[in-house]
């Protein structure tokens, strides 16, 4: 998107000029999901598709924000002193909320701001529209305070916004890699630890095409907590006789071994799920940089089928895009990437074959669904920054 667009818009709506713009990304990740509250890796990167804004300073403590992405709501407007989640589902909350914690952290914001804000992720499809909200506000404040405010301070104040200004319990794996991420490098996260290494995506004749469904889904209304609580229920079970902090401390024998501590048919299988989806992540970052791309797309393939079968987190529509992506030809792996009840899955896709795929999978899609998928190729982006 072009700078002097956002200026422009931002004109149009607010009537004074603009005096910086600002880009963050979303993110997918290509394996270890729901494995970031668990204590185990995740292998995400940050991606072309984000949010864009165009910022002014003001002289008073009022914020104003508006969002192209959703005019009917208007310009929405807050103080400093007023931030509170009025239980809407209104976008402002991402910002109240950060503002909100970055001042808990110590950092004294002392003027308000207007921003004109316009995304080109699709909406509630599980590209981390919410981080990347969280993220580029992060940014904006830290630059127009001139605070030093360390990225992965950031993220931290992102994930507290998430858990207890919006009310989901997600782990720190989204907002770690819109802020963290780099251009061509996928991020290898520890999630217990924060250590994490980037490792250099080289796909050759491949692309990742992410495929949305186009069904909404919103994370504080689906199961997302539930099975965060299952997890946890199962690893007090496990630890009435093993000393570990995590599911993720367990490789697949290990866990194999001591099931019998949980004794519950659906315990075991959510932890299975984050046990064996932690050892893939590490084989799957292994695979990438001895450029064995077959074996990253088995174990992209394996994942997905522990997301449906153990944690039961896909649904109709992921399945049905991720099966007809195993059938054509030129793919490597397909899953479904993010929170899952809808949203979005990604394949690895020869890029000769790119046309072909979009048509055949849209085809067998809209044919099973009734309505059509989108598809996007993924670039991958750097993280938060300001424009001009």
Not at 130 to 137: G, K, T, V
Request: proline share 2%.
């Amino acid at each position: 998107m072009k700078t002097a667009t956002l200026r422009h818009d931002f004109t149009e709506i607010f009537h004074t000029p603009a005096q910086h713009t600002y880009f963050a990304p979303g993110r997918i990740n290509l394996i270890g999901e729901y494995t970031d509250f668990n204590g185990g890796h995740v292998f995400p990167c940050a991606i072309s598709l984000g949010t864009y804004a165009a910022v002014a300073g003001r002289d008073d403590q009022t914020i104003r924000l508006y969002s192209a992405n959703f005019p009917d709501a208007g310009i929405l407007e807050f103080t400093l002193d007023d931030l509170v989640n009025e239980n809407t589902s209104d976008w402002d909350n991402y910002a109240k909320g950060m503002v909100k914690f970055i001042q808990a952290h110590g950092y004294t914001i002392k003027h308000g701001f207007d921003a004109y804000l316009q995304g080109d992720l699709p909406n509630a499809a599980g590209l981390s529209s919410s981080a990347s909200i969280e993220m580029l506000f992060g940014e904006i404040l830290n630059d127009l305070n001139d605070f030093d405010i360390d990225p992965i301070e950031r993220v931290k104040i992102g994930v507290e916004t998430e858990n207890k200004f919006i009310g989901v319990q997600s782990g720190i794996m989204d907002q770690f890699a819109v802020q963290m991420g780099q251009a061509e490098q996928a991020v290898l996260l520890d999630t217990n630890t924060l250590d994490y290494e980037l490792i250099p995506i080289k796909l050759g004749n491949y692309v990742i095409v992410i495929m949305n469904t186009n069904k909404r889904r919103a994370l504080t209304d689906s199961k997302y907590n539930e099975r965060r609580s299952q997890c946890e229920a199962a690893l007090a079970k496990l630890q009435t006789n093993l000393a570990i902090n995590s599911l993720g401390d367990l490789n697949n024998e290990q866990f194999d071994e001591n099931t019998y501590l949980i004794d519950d048919e659906t315990l075991i299988k959510r932890a299975r799920h984050a046990v064996s989806e932690n050892q893939r992540t590490l084989l799957a970052a292994a695979a990438l940089q001895d450029n064995d791309l077959e074996t990253f797309g088995k174990l992209v393939n394996a994942s997905h089928i522990s997301l449906k079968y153990d944690f039961e987190v896909s649904g109709k529509e992921l399945d049905t895009l991720v099966a007809s992506a195993w059938q054509q030809p030129g793919v490597l792996g397909a899953r479904m990437t993010g929170a899952g009840f809808g949203g979005c899955a990604i394949a690895i896709v020869a890029k000769d074959q790119l046309d072909d795929f979009e048509h055949n999978v849209g085809t067998a899609y809209r044919t099973a669904i009734g309505y059509d998928a989108d598809f996007y190729v993924a670039e991958i982006a750097d993280g938060p920054k300001r424009l001009d």
